[in-house]
């Protein structure tokens, strides 16, 4: 295989120094029909600039730099309302072709990255790598759940799942505002980190008890879906409130899933979905890990070289392990 290297003006070649197991990676490894045979994995990153296209202006080499998972051009109408997930030049790293023409991408030594001064964003020399390598996904992703549910300081919020998107999700939440933030995880181990960080930690059979003790029997403001699929959708509707809010940010990829529509109805629900943006989002997102508010290296529970990521990626399956970091 050789390595990446330039193909368009715009793009930039990324020494990698960090980079993550996502659970959108077991996801794509479930779902390998996407995934062509020899394809890199990855879609986290952070590391150095090592090589520029001509039409590059916004980086140069030797610039430490965080990717966004997926890219997009930055020009076009949707990007110029911050809606890049809808770019028509959408492609996300190392998901083959899932979400779009396939790139590979970042669990190796090189990435390449179309439209660099769009999806790289430079990171501040007091930003730990350990901790920037979440901007591109996780954090955003948690970040741009609790935004879309429109959160009121006071709130009580529910997150639907104890893995690292949920368990960030549960401190950007906090961050911004949350009364009180419920994580509803069967995980003991899960359940009691997010307790540690600030949260009520509740297993799924005693959640609609505990949500009706710190909100008087009305339900929580919103419910956060942090796992996808019809189980969290269920959960979210049998715990938010009357003109409550759902958002999910889950993966889904099931069959198609009966909407309880009279009852969304009569109580005036509302169902949104997410897609985390650094793009976007990356001046809040980076003064969350400035101003010490979100610490997202509290999911980190393994760090691994390259020869170890199969094995991380065993462990995160069988949820012996919540996060894996990779340092190059």
Known sequence: MTDPAIADPGDAVVRVRRAAVCGTDLHTVAHAEHVPRGTVLGHEFAGDVVEVGPAVTGHRVGDRVVGADFTACGRCWWCRRGD?????????????????????????????????????????????????????????TGYAAVRR?????????????????????????????????????PVDERR????????????????????????????????????????GLETAFALVRRRGTIVSVGVHADPPWPLPVAAAFADELTLRFAIGDVMRDGDALVGLLRSGAVDPTVVASETVGLDGVPDAYRRMAQRRTLKSLIAL
């Open 149 to 185: 549910c429109g959160l009121t300081p006071g709130d009580t919020v529910v997150v639907i799942g104890g893995g690292p998107v949920g368990q960030l999700t549960s401190l950007a939440a906090q961050a911004c505002g949350a009364g009180i933030v419920v994580v509803v995880e």
């Open 192 to 231: 009691e980190l997010a307790v540690r960080q600030g949260a009520l930690g509740s297993v799924p059979d005693g959640t609609r008890q505990l949500v009706d003790e710190v909100t008087d029997g009305r339900g929580a403001d919103a419910v956060i879906d942090a796992i996808g699929g019809p189980r």
């Open 84 to 140: 890049h997930w809808e770019c028509a030049d959408r492609r996300f790293f190392g998901t083959g072709a899932a979400f779009g023409p396939a790139l590979a991408g970042a669990q190796a030594e090189l990435v390449r990255v179309p439209f660099a001064d769009t999806v790289l964003r430079p990171v501040p020399a007091d930003v730990d790598l350990d901790a920037a390598v979440f901007l591109g996904d996780t954090l955003a």
